[in-house]
């Protein structure tokens, strides 16, 4: 009886745990984004809701916001520092590692050009807040979500591999994730509006990786199964639909080698 009551609790005890994350924080924030009222107020009421979370409709607005505040953070973040450089990289990483542990959903990186931090959503702790619910419909949302994109949303997605730097990503057609993703997408959305912005735009990704491109990881005739599979899936406009008779052709006519080749 006493473990049935200690398993029952976990989750309360677990939520406890997530209290005051935005108060903790501000000494990080006030450093690295200071003078920033709107990072600060947009901070604040994301983690209220985070630490509050107790129903669907919480989860769907912290998946929306997430998005939105890591742009936000992106271009406001101020390290003081160049972080691409061999006298900076390493502190560079032990910021990014203390405000990674002070801003659960966020991942902070090394970026590129305009962006030298690069702020990422990270889908963890956002899935861990959404089984303290009663109702399993967000897992199975968020389900399809980590599907595609991982626990932490880069610049490619699990059916999009990126194989080397500079290099376009490989697509992995044939896998069967692009038809588990668009099947799993409109069972999902028939019956629920959740995370609609975020399934949306992983339907219109999965569909653009199959009309476009030329680079794969599996073989010809695992990508041309699937690929013939998912054509009543993408809800094809007339012009995709000559695009993807086109891709088809190309698929048919290249030998595994040429499917598979890594760079331009």
């Known amino acids: 009886m006493k473990k049935l009551l200690f398993l029952l ?11 005051d994350i935005y108060k903790n924080a501000l000494p990080l924030i ?13 901070l ?13 409709n919480t989860v769907d607005w912290l998946i929306s916001k997430q998005s939105e505040l890591c742009a936000l953070l992106t271009s406001s973040i101020e390290l003081g520092f160049d972080p691409d450089t061999d006298q900076t990289r390493r502190r560079a990483y032990e910021t990014y590692q203390l405000l990674n542990k002070a801003l659960p959903c966020f991942s902070f990186y090394e970026g ?6 690069v702020i990422h959503e990270h889908f963890s702790p956002i899935v861990d807040a959404a ?16 599907d595609a994109w991982g626990t932490t949303k880069f610049y490619h997605s699990n059916y999009a591999v990126d194989v080397c730097c500079g290099c376009p990503f490989q697509s ?26 975020s399934l949306e735009e992983i339907r219109m990704d999965v569909k653009e990786n199959a009309l476009y491109n030329t680079r794969y ?9 699937e690929f013939e599979l998912i054509k009543p899936l993408l809800k094809l406009t007339e012009k995709e639909a000559l695009s993807y008779e086109k891709t088809k052709a190309y698929i048919e006519q290249a030998t595994d080698e040429e499917l598979q080749a890594v760079g331009g």
């Open 9 to 19: 609790m976990m989750p309360v005890l677990c939520f406890g745990q997530q209290k």
């Open 217 to 225: 990881l599996r073989s010809k005739q695992a990508i041309l199964k």
């Open 131 to 146: 089984k303290r619910n009663r109702s399993l419909l967000d897992d199975h949302g968020l389900e399809i979500i980590l």
């Open 112 to 117: 590129r050009g305009d962006f030298p931090t």
């Open 172 to 197: 992995d057609l044939g896998s069967g994730l692009h038809s588990k993703l668009l099947i799993a997408i409109d069972g999902f959305s028939s019956g629920s509006d959740l995370f609609s912005e």
């Open 30 to 42: 006030n450093k690295y984004f200071p003078n920033n009222e709107l990072v600060q107020n947009k």
């Open 44 to 56: 604040q009421g994301f983690y209220v809701k985070f630490e509050s979370c107790r129903d669907t």
